[in-house]
């Protein structure tokens, strides 16, 4: 699993005109699932996101997890993330889970982080054409893949 965590002010995601998320401070996660994901990369990125020290303590160092501040966390399923732009000018997605694969691994994954957030999680609605609007807050960018924890 590849995901880009972005510290946010506030975010909101809509599909077809309908508010889907809507969210305070927090995180606003896009994920990508690939084709060679299992339980242990959604396990590992579920516990990465919630004990990171991405937020700023009383000295102004990034200190405090998602769960020290109980911010909130939007999810949305990206495929794109695993595109890849080697060979000519139209990116191939082919390291990206096909749907049915994706869609149960994203549900997943956003079931586990609730559960160790101990709130639910806004989430897009997979496979849909999206408008995501984000307050960026520093701005704090994490790109995570599972396939490479170092």
């Not at 927090?26 to 004990?51: F, P, Q, Y």
């Not at 794109?80 to 000519?88: I, N, P, V």
């Not at 191939?92 to 956003?110: H, I, Q, T, V, W």
Request: aromatic share 6%.
């Amino acid at each position: 699993m590849r995901a880009v965590i972005q510290r946010v002010k506030k975010a909101s995601v809509h599909s077809e005109g309908e508010l889907l998320a809507e969210q305070g401070p927090g995180l606003l996660i896009l994920l990508g699932v690939s084709h060679e994901d299992v339980e242990t990369d959604r396990d590992w990125l579920v516990r990465k996101v919630v004990a990171m020290r991405l937020f700023e303590d009383e000295e102004g160092k990034m200190n405090r997890s998602i769960l020290d501040t109980g911010g909130e966390i939007t999810v949305v399923s990206q495929f794109t993330l695993f595109a890849s732009t080697k060979k000519g000018n139209r990116p191939s997605y082919l390291g990206a889970a096909r749907p049915e694969k994706a869609n149960p691994d994203y549900e997943s994954f956003c079931q586990a982080l609730s559960e160790a957030l101990g709130k639910p999680v806004g989430q897009g609605r997979f496979g849909a054409m999206m408008e995501v609007s984000l307050i960026n807050d520093g701005p704090v960018t994490i790109t995570i893949d599972s396939r490479d924890p170092a």
